[in-house]
């Protein structure tokens, strides 16, 4: 990856208040908010006796990913598309592949600092645990973040435009974000609907991660889920995306 590339991308990306509000700040926000209801702050028999801002901040770890993945990526690489600004690259020593690895990085290093303020705040704002299973975590973090960035990227290679760009990425964001649990948490939901949504991305996501705060392991099947949809829509993504 060319640096000179990557250090463009990360500037421009300072310069977006919007991107950096709804991916960097907007998930912690969330939580406060979520968390400053005297009932998230109690523990719930229907969750397993877990506290809801203690489920929701998985949730609000994917919130970010999700965002960065569906909402920011596509624009972006549409954007450029459409601007003829990597066919213009194609005939510069900097290869085109650079500039999307570069905004692959931006989105990704973003969101997983996003990832880190949010656990932060839980635990110094609302006594939640940090992960009990730390490594497990880590791992499901990855997943989720590089089947988050691979969806975007099928997106912005089904998109010829910005507007479709956008109005793709709005058909996917609404259920990702219901799969993640952000209207019910995912401990919460009737069992057979967790486990149609644990088939998916996000809700696989909300399960490992889940179970590595809680100092379990991830499920492998979890795991499996999240490393097949990654591999799925990386390949789709590489097939499907055009440069002009």
Not at 26 to 47: C, H, K, N, W, Y
Not at 82 to 92: A, F, N, P
Not at 214 to 228: E, K, Q, S, T
């Amino acid at each position: 990856m060319n640096t000179a590339v990557l250090r463009t991308e990360f500037r421009l990306f300072r310069r977006e208040p919007a991107a950096v509000f709804w991916i960097f700040l907007f998930p912690t926000l969330l939580l406060v908010v979520l968390g400053s209801i005297p009932s998230f702050r109690e523990a719930d028999p229907s969750m397993g006796g877990l506290r809801p801002v203690e489920a929701y901040v998985p949730v609000a770890v994917l919130i970010a990913l999700i965002m960065s993945g569906v909402q920011a990526l596509p624009q972006t690489l549409t954007g450029y598309r459409e601007r003829g600004v990597l066919r213009r690259m194609s005939v510069t020593p900097v290869r085109p592949a650079a500039l999307l690895s570069a905004q692959m990085t931006v989105q990704g290093v973003v969101a997983l600092a996003s990832a880190l303020l949010v656990v932060t705040v839980g635990r110094v704002g609302f006594g939640v645990g940090l992960p009990g299973q730390p490594a497990g975590y880590l791992l499901a973090l990855l997943l989720a973040a590089a089947a988050a960035l691979a969806l975007g990227s099928v997106v912005s290679a089904l998109s010829r435009t910005t507007k479709i760009a956008g109005a793709i990425g709005s058909a996917v964001f609404f259920p990702m974000m219901f799969c993640a649990g952000v209207w019910l948490p995912v401990q919460a939901m009737p069992h057979t609907l967790a486990r149609v949504v644990g088939l998916t991305p996000f809700g696989a996501a909300a399960r490992a991660l889940g179970e590595a705060a809680a100092g379990h392991w991830p499920g492998w099947d979890h795991l499996g889920v999240l490393a097949l949809w990654a591999a799925l829509l990386t390949a789709g993504a590489a097939r499907w995306f055009r440069w002009e």
